[in-house]
């Protein structure tokens, strides 16, 4: 199975944003058990380290990417994403663009906060909560 990570799920890990991390680190944990494919964007990681730069130290945030790397794989986005991005109904142009990039990559799954914003998500799209309910049952 391969789970796509949209940003704000991996800034909830990387920040240890409450009361959100714990969940994300479930997911984390439990992908690695049961050899989940986990998978961000090449845009993600770079939004990442933009964004969580403004909250906390960059070699803190450096290293935390390092460990990141580690257990995700990052996924190309190309002109392709883009222009579908850029011409679908999305209301978000990022959330577009990862919805393409998980679309082309097979992702089963899109595991965000940000439900309204993946409405019109060709792939199941679920909270990290919704996710660990449905693989407990």
């Known amino acids: 199975m391969k789970l796509f990570l949209d940003a704000n799920v991996v800034l909830d890990l990387i920040l240890k944003r409450q009361p959100f991390f714990e969940t994300i680190a479930e997911i ?8 989940y494919k986990l998978c961000i964007s090449s845009v993600t990681f770079v939004t990442i380290n933009y964004v969580a730069c403004k909250f906390t130290d960059k070699k803190n945030v450096l290293e935390s990417l390092k460990k990141l790397r580690i257990v995700v794989a990052v996924l190309s986005v190309s002109e392709t994403e883009i222009d579908k991005a850029l ?8 959330d577009a663009v990862q919805h393409y990039c998980a679309l082309k990559h097979n992702c089963n799954y899109i595991i965000t906060r940000d439900l309204k914003d993946f409405k019109n998500s060709e792939i199941p799209v679920m909270t990290p909560t919704e996710f660990l309910v449905s693989i407990k049952y």
């Not at 984390?28 to 050899?35: D, H, L, V």
């Not at 011409?87 to 990022?94: A, I, L, T, V």
Request: aromatic share 18%; glycine share 0%; proline share 0%.
């Open 28 to 35: 984390i944990t439990i992908a690695e058990n049961k050899n």
């Open 87 to 94: 011409y679908s109904k999305f209301n978000d142009f990022e």
